[in-house]
Nanobody, 115 residues
Framework: VQLQASGGGLVQAGGSLRLSCAAS???????????MGWYRQAPGKQRELVAS???????DYADSVKGRFTISRDNAKKKVYLQMNNLEPEDTAVYYC???????WGQGTQVTVSS
């Protein structure tokens, strides 16, 4: 099932964005059984996992985003969110939502941080 990310945009360094992901086509019990994650891919770089969350809301973050990004999920609505604060130009990338480990990739959302 492809997951669609939204909420990206252009923001100045130090700004904030909130990304959303809806797994509306996924059966609720399947969604609740998966660790969900936010990934990103910057130009010329490999896709990387930046944050993940279990159904029980245990979270994990890449060192580069710890203290700035917060992942959350709403199991009833089958949604996953990524609150990004104090954004840096190095955060510029296409952001994707997927399970961890990932399944089929859906459409990402572009985040561009200007200095």
């Amino acid at each position: 099932v492809q997951l669609q990310a939204s909420g990206g945009g252009l923001v100045q360094a130090g700004g904030s964005l909130r990304l959303s992901c809806a797994a509306s086509r996924m059966i609720t019990s399947v969604f609740n059984g998966h660790i969900m994650g936010w990934y990103r891919q910057a130009p010329g770089k490999q896709r990387e996992l930046v944050a993940s969350i279990t159904s029980g809301r245990y979270t994990d973050y890449a060192d580069s985003v710890k203290g700035r990004f917060t992942i959350s999920r709403d199991n009833a609505k089958k949604k996953v969110y990524l609150q990004m604060n104090n954004l840096e130009p190095e955060d510029t990338a296409v952001y994707y939502c997927n399970s961890d480990p990932p399944g089929q990739w859906g459409q990402g959302t572009q985040v561009t941080v200007s200095s």
